[in-house]
């Protein structure tokens, strides 16, 4: 177990630009969710996959926004032609998704800057 | 989305002495409170959780406190260290896998 693991840990873009993040979720968990977290505010849920089913996208994301993942192992987060409300740190979480007790394992984010 | 709302925004708390955060609801449907930890540059950590047929929970030095019908639940931290200034974050389950976070809550423990 190496934990949820997040690449880049940084990324700074222009605004225009296209941006993929990268999640590697612990190994036997089923469940991934993306968040996203902005300075001061706790993490504002964004997706949720169920193996590589996406059950849930936030009507808070545009259609810039996409995810993946496939065969139910990483995952992709991309944010096409960025604008600079898009600078935030974008948490990947996962989990085995017990009823009661499920522990979310979250990765330490990618920091996004749009400049 | 539905919101969980949490005070205070930032609290200092003297070494030894009991760090109390609230948080609030107003989704019924909620089913699970979670606690999370959050030290800068890293994701956040469950610290604790309950459930709300449940009044209170403790885990060492944590402890959460849940009144169902006030639609309130709070984390008493006793015996506050240094090592414990970090951001809370109260959470509600919305389904089986919505979590939705508050805004936190910035604890700093004085040595």
């Known amino acids: 177990d190496t934990g949820v693991s997040q690449d880049p840990r940084h990324k700074i873009t222009k605004r225009g630009q296209n941006v993929t993040f990268r999640c590697d979720p612990i190994?036997?968990?089923?469940?991934l969710y993306w968040y996203r977290q902005t300075l001061g505010q706790g993490p504002e849920f964004l997706t949720y996959?169920?193996?590589?089913?996406?059950?849930?996208k936030s009507r808070l994301l545009s259609d810039r926004f996409s995810a993946e993942r496939p065969k139910g192992s990483f995952s992709t987060l991309e944010i096409q032609r960025t604008e600079q409300g898009d600078s935030a740190m974008y948490l990947c979480?996962?989990?085995?998704?017990?009823?009661?007790?499920?522990?979310?394992?979250f990765g330490s984010g990618t920091q996004l800057s749009v400049l | 989305q539905q919101q969980v709302k949490q005070s205070p925004q930032s609290l200092i708390v003297q070494k030894g002495g009991i760090s109390i955060i609230n948080c609030a609801y107003e989704?019924?449907?909620?089913?699970?409170f979670p606690w999370y930890q959050q030290f800068p540059g890293k994701g956040p950590a469950l610290l604790i959780a309950?459930?709300?047929?449940?009044s209170e929970k403790k885990e060492g030095r944590f402890t959460i406190s849940f009144n169902k019908s006030a639609k309130q639940f709070s984390l008493h931290i006793m015996d506050s260290q240094p090592g414990d200034s970090a951001t809370y974050f109260c959470?509600?389950?919305?389904?089986?896998?919505?979590?939705?976070f508050g805004t936190g809550t910035r604890l700093k423990v004085l040595a």
């Open positions: 979480a996962s989990s085995l998704g017990r009823e009661f007790g499920e522990k979310l394992f």
């Open positions: 190994s036997e968990h089923n469940r």
């Open positions: 996959f169920q193996n590589e089913a996406q059950l849930e």
């Open positions: 989704n019924t449907a909620f089913d699970y």
């Open positions: 309950i459930r709300p047929d449940v």
């Open positions: 959470a509600a389950r919305q389904g089986t896998y919505k979590y939705i």
